[in-house]
């Protein structure tokens, strides 16, 4: 049975810093794409960031430059490494593969940029 369990979420004032983390288990980690998304109240979940198997990154246009996807594969575990957050960087957020499969979803962790 697979689980991705999100952890590391929570209130943040603008500007500030989170660090989400994502452990996987029942699937052979190493081996798989990871991704990062995010879904905000009233919208589609998007995708935000990815890392292939060899550590290769992807970013959506509205975090580059501010989010960093690193994977530990000894771990299996993928994190979200957040910065210069913003009010509109607000949402649930949750790993996947990438591209993503529709039962590995989990409960994801709620980030709340306000002050």
């Known amino acids: 049975q697979v689980q991705l369990v999100e952890s590391g979420g929570g209130l943040v004032q603008p500007g500030g810093s989170l660090r989400l983390s994502c452990a996987a288990s029942?699937?052979?980690?190493?081996?798989?794409?990871m991704g990062w998304y995010r879904q905000a109240p009233g919208k589609q979940r998007e995708l935000v960031a990815a890392?292939?198997?060899?550590?290769?990154?992807n970013y959506a246009d509205s975090v580059k430059g501010r989010f960093t996807i690193s994977r530990d594969n000894a771990k299996k575990t993928v994190y979200l490494q957040m910065n210069s957050l913003k009010p509109e960087d607000t949402a649930v957020y949750y790993c996947?593969?990438?591209?993503?499969?529709?039962?590995?979803w989990g409960q994801g962790t709620q980030v709340t940029v306000s002050s």
């Open positions: 890392i292939t198997s060899r550590g290769s990154t």
């Open positions: 029942g699937i052979i980690f190493r081996i798989y794409a």
């Open positions: 996947n593969t990438d591209p993503a499969k529709y039962d590995y």
